[in-house]
């Protein structure tokens, strides 16, 4: 059982399965504030035992718009609908990463890498994979 302060009070939240993913509310509004402030770049999500362990953000910036600030121009986002996307995109990942890539202030498709860990296989030199 894993204990998270919220407010200033405590709550319980079963550990997270392949049935039972957990994704914090404050960590996927987290994630929805910077992209709502990315124009152009990416932002990735990285997942250990079910669990998001990180959240990176690469800006890109073109010459012609290096006097824009980041988030001027971007398009609205529906963010239920962007929230149950990311949800999904979490749901079933023990190790990986989803990344979201903006184009002109818009997410423009979202990328999920899947790792898969094996410890009962060995390399030709019975050193592991």
Do not use: W
């Amino acid at each position: 059982m894993i204990v998270l302060r919220s407010g200033g009070a405590l709550r319980r939240v079963p550990p997270p399965t392949p049935e039972n993913d957990f994704l914090d509310p404050q960590v996927l509004d987290g994630i929805l504030d910077l992209l709502k402030g990315t124009r152009h770049g990416q932002i990735t999500i990285v997942n250990q035992n079910f669990r998001v362990v990180q959240v990176e953000r690469r800006e890109n910036f073109n010459p012609e718009e290096l006097g824009i600030s980041p988030a001027a121009g971007s398009g609205a986002l529906n963010l239920d609908a962007v929230k149950k996307k990311i949800s999904q995109a979490l749901k079933g990942l023990e190790f990986g990463q989803v990344i979201l890539v903006v184009k002109k202030g818009r997410l423009a498709q979202i990328e999920r890498l899947q790792k898969e860990r094996f410890s009962d296989l060995q390399g030709v030199y019975g050193d592991g994979i």
